[in-house]
């Protein structure tokens, strides 16, 4: 990378390539995958959410990992976006929380207050 316009550019085809991968989708969810995430039991998280999403035939949700989001002590981490609304993060988000997390955010579109990790 040799200028700031280059850089620019990276950044274009990045959020380009972002927004292809959810275009037609109603909402977004992320689950972190970093050391302590995955320690925290983030990769059931993931599944049971996946597995959720299954169960009532939702195909319109994209869901993704990212890796650590810099808040250990809330692991395992799930960010929700519905729409063109702020994504939301969520907090020691367990395999038990999945399904209310699901039918009252990404069905019903209203984040779950008790579970939001606030910075």
Same mark, same amino acid.
Request: net charge negative.
């Given at each position: &990378?040799?200028?700031?316009?280059?850089?620019?550019?990276?950044?274009?085809?990045?959020?380009?390539?972002?927004?292809?991968? +959810?275009? +037609?989708?109603?909402?977004?969810? #992320?689950?972190?995958? +970093?050391?302590?995430?995955?320690?925290?039991?983030?990769?059931?998280?993931?599944?049971?959410?996946? +597995?959720?999403?299954?169960?009532?035939?939702?195909?319109?949700?994209?869901?993704?990992q990212t890796?650590?989001?810099?808040?250990c002590e809330?692991?395992?981490?799930?960010?929700?976006?519905?729409?063109?609304?702020? &994504?939301?993060?969520?907090?020691?988000?367990?395999?038990?929380?999945?399904?209310?997390?699901?039918?009252?955010?990404? #069905?019903?579109?209203?984040?779950?207050?008790?579970?939001?990790?606030?910075?």
């Amino acid at each position: &990378m040799k200028s700031l316009e280059e850089l620019q550019k990276i950044k274009e085809r990045a959020l380009e390539r972002r927004r292809l991968a +959810g275009e +037609g989708s109603r909402a977004r969810v #992320v689950v972190a995958m +970093g050391t302590c995430g995955i320690a925290a039991g983030a990769r059931d998280t993931m599944t049971a959410i996946l +597995g959720e999403l299954e169960k009532r035939q939702i195909a319109d949700v994209v869901v993704t990992q990212t890796g650590c989001v810099g808040l250990c002590e809330y692991e395992p981490i799930v960010q929700v976006q519905v729409g063109d609304q702020d &994504m939301v993060t969520y907090g020691n988000i367990d395999t038990d929380r999945v399904s209310t997390l699901v039918e009252e955010h990404v #069905v019903g579109g209203e984040p779950v207050e008790k579970w939001l990790v606030r910075k």
